[in-house]
């Protein structure tokens, strides 16, 4: 038992101390003002979820950010940026501040605001845009799904927050964390088939090709650097 707690935090400073000292650096520096962008996004989504629950307000909060499969492909477009920050009607909203709070305050901290907000988009657009996929494919196709989820209500900012978690934890080598998230996605969809947890998976897909592509861009900028230096070193050039 001796020998456990020093193990286990090891590991723990291992999968998340890189992180943990990025989030304790950034709130140190500007406290509640590390995250403004966060803060403006929690604001508005309470914001939506009290004028949609108003009978004056409902119908406006669904023509600017309700999107359905249903619905024409640009029209879904134009509202699926709002869309991240509706909360859905069948859950607690709490859930939702509570996930942009956490998930998309050590995102901005760790990675910036701009960034936070590219992923987070990119992962809600792909579940926009798998749902009309899935329904095309049909429930005979494992990646399918029913015709009936085109006129599922789509908000709320889950696919973006499984997104920026994958994201986040790719940056920092967190990949105990990323593969658990990715594990737990799975098992949702596993247990309860739906548009949502389908969603999240696409989510997370979209995510991992943006890692691949910011890894390869990454490793080309290190390859030019090191060439760069090794040309202005003033050494002569190797003889073949």
């Not at 910036?112 to 329904?135: E, H, K, N």
């Not at 592509?213 to 003889?239: K, N, T």
């Amino acid at each position: 038992m001796n020998t456990l707690a020093p193990r286990l935090a090891r590991l723990a400073r291992g999968e998340w101390g890189a992180l943990y000292a990025a989030v304790r650096c950034g709130v140190a520096g500007r406290q509640w003002r590390a995250a403004p962008m966060t803060l403006a996004a929690v604001c508005l989504t309470a914001l939506l979820q009290y004028v949609q629950n108003q009978p004056w307000g409902y119908q406006f909060v669904q023509n600017i950010g309700s999107v359905r499969a249903e619905e024409p492909l640009r029209l879904a477009l134009l509202r699926t940026p709002l869309s991240l920050f509706v909360p859905a009607l069948d859950l607690p909203v709490w859930g939702a501040l509570a996930q942009i709070l956490l998930v998309f305050g050590v995102a901005e901290i760790c990675v910036g605001w701009w960034r936070t907000l590219v992923v987070g988009y990119a992962a809600t657009l792909a579940g926009t845009l798998y749902a009309r996929v899935g329904i095309a494919w049909g429930p005979g196709n494992p990646l399918g799904l029913p015709v009936s989820d085109a006129q599922v209500v789509d908000t709320g900012p889950s696919a973006a927050v499984v997104g920026l978690a994958v994201y986040v934890c790719w940056r920092y080598r967190a990949w105990f964390t990323a593969g658990l998230v990715i594990a737990v996605m799975v098992i949702e969809v596993l247990v309860k088939d739906n548009l949502a947890g389908k969603e999240h998976l696409a989510a997370i897909a979209a995510v991992l090709v943006l890692c691949l592509f910011s890894a390869v861009r990454e490793r080309r900028l290190q390859r030019r650097g090191r060439g760069r230096v090794s040309s202005g070193s003033g050494l002569p050039p190797i003889q073949s």
